[in-house]
């Protein structure tokens, strides 16, 4: 009679164990997902900081080559050498 109990008792413990296996594995792969979600993002957030810290770090020389074409284009059409290609009219 006892083995008998073992048995039904290891049987029992065998059906626990694939279930607690079942529910690890869907638990493992929910947290995997949103572990890479959130890495994601946190990648996207440095990204985005380190770009913003590049143009702020570098603000005054995007100003002066603005201001130089702004300049350039001003004095160009100033000069009425605006004129790309095409046939001269004298």
């Known amino acids: 009679m006892s083995?008998?109990?073992?048995?039904?008792?290891?049987?029992?413990?065998?059906?626990l164990s694939i279930f607690?296996?079942?529910?690890?594995?869907?638990?493992?792969?929910?947290?995997?997902?949103?572990?890479?979600?959130?890495?994601?993002?946190h990648s996207i957030a440095d990204l985005m900081s380190g770009f913003v810290g590049f143009v702020l770090g570098n603000i005054v020389i995007i100003g002066f080559l603005v201001a130089a074409f702004v300049g350039y284009s001003a004095y160009q059409q100033k000069a009425g050498r605006n004129k790309r290609g095409g046939l001269k009219t004298s």
Do not use: E, P, R, V
């Open 3 to 15: 083995s008998l109990s073992a048995s039904l008792q290891n049987l029992l413990s065998a059906i």
């Open 20 to 41: 607690s296996s079942i529910f690890h594995t869907f638990y493992a792969a929910f947290d995997t997902l949103f572990t890479t979600a959130s890495n994601l993002l």
